[in-house]
C-alpha cells in the first residue's frame, strides 16, 4: 500500500467564447511524495512466512504462490528441489508408474536403475530377482542355471551330473559319489544311486559311469555280483573276478584283494579253490586233504595225488625220498632187476655196488664173491690164486699154494706125495692146501694117466 502527498503548480490559459463556454489550457507541474508499505508472497516451488521463502525440498512441489506448504510427491516417487508440479514427481527406481501418480514396485523378475516413467525391464532369461529391484545384478541365475545374469544368454544350464538347488551365480554342484543323473537344469539333489555294490564318481552323468566295486563283478551300469569263494577282484570296474591262483585257496566272498592263501606244503589245489581242503597231496607225498603232507619215505612211492598212503618198493630195492613212481625203485646194492621185475640178489663171482638199474658186475677172472656182494672188494681170488682183493689174480708159483682170497704160500712136501713134477704142458703146477693133487696136464706116477688124482695123504 503506497500513501502519496503531492504539490501541484499550475498555469492555464482560457479563451471564452461567450460567457458560459471557456476553453482552458492548463500546464501543472507536481511533486508528490509517496510511502509505500507492501506484502511480499513465495513463489510456486516455495513456501515460508514473513518473506522468508525456501525452496520445496526433493520428492515435494508447490504449484501456486504463496506460504502454503509444499506437498510430497507419491509414495516411492520424487522431484527435484523447487518443483512446482505434480508431474515433476517421478517414480523411484525400482519402481514404475505414471509422472505424479502412484508407482509400482517392479516385480520379481524386473529391475528398474533410474527414477523417471520408464517401464520396469525383464532379468535376462533364466535368472531373477527381488520386488523392487533397482540394478541388473540384481537378476540372479534361477536353481538349475548358474552364471552372471549381466546379459542375456550369461545363465548356462547345468549340465547331466550336476544340479543347483538355490538362486544365484554360484556354481552348480556335482552329484555325490555313488549317484548319477541325466538331466540337465536340475534343481535338487536328489540324484540317481547307483545300484547296490557299484560306485561312481562325483558328477556322473550317466548309468554306465556306475561300476561295480571291488569285489563284485558285472557290466558298467549293473547289475553286480560277489565274486565267489576262490575269487577276488581288487578294483572297481567291470572286469570280471580273477581266480585264486594255482595252489591257493580262499573262503572269502566278494574278496578285494590277492591274498589267497597258499596250500599247505607238499599239496597242490586248482585254480579258484573255495575250500582248504581242496588242498591235496600232492603225488610223492601223503596225509590228510587240507592237512599236513609229508613226503613218502625212502622206499616207498605215490603216483597220484589225494590221501593215499604211499606205496612200498619192491623187496631188495629203494627210491629217493618223495618218490612218485614205481620206476623210481631202483633195486639196492647187491640186487640186479630180473625179466619178471623183481629184484634178484646178485650170483657168487658178482657184485653191484650201487642201488640202480645197473646189472651185477662180474668179479675179474679167477675170483669169487658171496650172494649179494655189494662192492668190488668182495671179490677174492680163488684158489692157487693171488692178487688184491677186486683186481686182476695171478696163479700162484710152482710148490706153492693158496686158499680163497689168501696170499700165495710154500706148499708143505709131505703134501707132494704121490705126485711127480714131471711137466707135460709148461705150465706150472698148482697146489691146494688142503689136499695135494695133481692138475690137469701132469702125470700122475700111480695110475700112469694125464689126469687130476687126489692123493690121500
Known amino acids: 500500500?503506497?500513501?502519496?502527498?503531492?504539490?501541484?503548480?499550475?498555469?492555464?490559459?482560457?479563451?471564452?467564447?461567450?460567457?458560459?463556454?471557456?476553453?482552458?489550457?492548463?500546464?501543472?507541474?507536481?511533486?508528490?511524495?509517496?510511502?509505500?508499505?507492501?506484502?511480499?508472497?513465495?513463489?510456486?516451488?516455495?513456501?515460508?512466512?514473513?518473506?522468508?521463502?525456501?525452496?520445496?525440498?526433493?520428492?515435494?512441489?508447490?504449484?501456486?504462490?504463496?506460504?502454503?506448504?509444499?506437498?510430497?510427491?507419491?509414495?516411492?516417487?520424487?522431484?527435484?528441489?523447487?518443483?512446482?508440479?505434480?508431474?515433476?514427481?517421478?517414480?523411484?527406481?525400482?519402481?514404475?508408474?505414471?509422472?505424479?501418480?502412484?508407482?509400482?514396485?517392479?516385480?520379481?523378475?524386473?529391475?528398474?536403475?533410474?527414477?523417471?516413467?520408464?517401464?520396469?525391464?525383464?532379468?535376462?532369461?533364466?535368472?531373477?530377482?527381488?520386488?523392487?529391484?533397482?540394478?541388473?545384478?540384481?537378476?540372479?541365475?534361477?536353481?538349475?542355471?548358474?552364471?552372471?545374469?549381466?546379459?542375456?544368454?550369461?545363465?548356462?544350464?547345468?549340465?547331466?551330473?550336476?544340479?543347483?538347488?538355490?538362486?544365484?551365480?554360484?556354481?552348480?554342484?556335482?552329484?555325490?559319489?555313488?549317484?548319477?543323473?541325466?538331466e540337465t537344469s536340475k534343481i535338487n539333489s536328489t540324484c540317481t544311486d547307483c545300484l547296490p555294490n557299484m560306485h561312481s564318481d562325483?558328477?556322473?552323468?550317466?548309468?554306465?559311469?556306475?561300476?561295480?566295486?571291488?569285489?563284485?563283478?558285472?557290466?558298467?551300469?549293473?547289475?553286480?555280483?560277489?565274486?565267489?569263494?576262490?575269487?577276488?577282484?581288487?578294483?572297481?570296474?567291470?572286469?570280471?573276478?580273477?581266480?585264486?591262483?594255482?595252489?591257493?585257496?580262499?573262503?572269502?566272498?566278494?574278496?578285494?584283494?590277492?591274498?589267497?592263501?597258499?596250500?599247505?606244503?607238499?599239496?597242490?589245489?586248482?585254480?579258484?579253490?573255495?575250500e582248504k581242503v581242496d588242498c591235496i597231496c600232492n603225488a610223492g607225498s601223503s596225509g590228510p586233504d587240507g592237512g599236513l603232507c609229508t613226503e613218502c619215505v625212502s622206499g616207498t612211492y605215490k603216483p597220484h595225488r589225494g590221501s593215499a598212503n604211499c606205496t612200498n618198493c619192491p623187496t631188495n630195492s629203494d627210491s629217493p625220498v618223495g618218490s612218485i613212481m614205481a620206476t623210481n625203485c631202483t633195486c639196492n646194492a647187491g640186487f640186479s632187476a630180473s625179466k619178471n621185475g623183481l629184484c634178484s640178489q646178485c650170483a657168487a663171482g658178482k657184485y653191484k655196488a650201487v642201488s640202480g638199474t645197473a646189472l651185477c658186475d662180474a668179479c675179474p677172472s679167477n675170483s669169487i664173491s658171496p650172494l649179494q656182494s655189494t662192492a668190488s672188494t668182495a671179490c677174492t681170488c680163488n684158489s692157487g690164486w693171488t692178487g688184491p682183493d677186486g683186481k686182476a689174480c695171478t696163479a700162484c708159483p710152482d710148490g706153492q699154494w693158496s686158499s680163497v682170497g689168501d696170499p700165495c704160500s710154500v706148499c708143505p712136501l709131505w703134501r707132494l706125495k704121490g705126485c711127480a713134477a714131471k711137466r707135460t704142458s709148461g705150465a706150472a703146477t698148482h697146489w691146494d692146501y688142503a689136499r695135494c693133487e695133481c692138475h690137469l696136464n701132469y702125470f700122475d706116477s700111480r695110475s700112469q694117466t694125464m689126469q687130476r688124482v687126489k692123493v690121500e695123504l
Not at 504463496?66 to 509414495?75: A, H, M, Y
Request: hydrophobic share 30%.
Open 1 to 182: 500500500m503506497c500513501v502519496c502527498v503531492c504539490v501541484c503548480v499550475c498555469m492555464c490559459m482560457c479563451v471564452c467564447m461567450c460567457a458560459c463556454l471557456c476553453l482552458c489550457l492548463c500546464l501543472c507541474l507536481c511533486l508528490c511524495l509517496c510511502v509505500c508499505v507492501c506484502a511480499c508472497r513465495c513463489n510456486a516451488g516455495s513456501t515460508g512466512q514473513g518473506g522468508l521463502c525456501t525452496e520445496c525440498v526433493s520428492g515435494t512441489y508447490k504449484p501456486d504462490r504463496g506460504s502454503s506448504n509444499c506437498t510430497s510427491c507419491p509414495t516411492n516417487s520424487d522431484s527435484p528441489v523447487g518443483s512446482i508440479m505434480a508431474i515433476n514427481c517421478t517414480c523411484n527406481a525400482g519402481f514404475s508408474g505414471p509422472q505424479g501418480e502412484l508407482c509400482l514396485q517392479c516385480a520379481a523378475g524386473k529391475y528398474k536403475q533410474s527414477p523417471g516413467t520408464a517401464f520396469c525391464d525383464a532379468c535376462p532369461s533364466n535368472s531373477m530377482s527381488p520386488l523392487q529391484s533397482m540394478v541388473l545384478t540384481a537378476c540372479t541365475c534361477n536353481a538349475g542355471w548358474t552364471g552372471l545374469a549381466s546379459a542375456e544368454g550369461s545363465c548356462s544350464a547345468c549340465i547331466a551330473g550336476t544340479y543347483k538347488d538355490f538362486q544365484g551365480s554360484l556354481s552348480c554342484l556335482l552329484c555325490a559319489p555313488g549317484k548319477f543323473s541325466v
Open 202 to 274: 562325483n558328477g556322473s552323468n550317466v548309468n554306465t559311469n556306475c561300476t561295480c566295486n571291488a569285489g563284485h563283478s558285472g557290466f558298467n551300469g549293473g547289475p553286480c555280483t560277489q565274486c565267489i569263494a576262490g575269487k577276488y577282484k581288487i578294483g572297481p570296474g567291470d572286469a570280471a573276478c580273477s581266480n585264486c591262483a594255482k595252489g591257493q585257496y580262499s573262503m572269502v566272498v566278494a574278496a578285494t584283494s590277492d591274498m589267497c592263501p597258499e596250500c599247505p606244503t607238499n599239496s597242490d589245489a586248482p585254480e579258484a579253490s573255495d
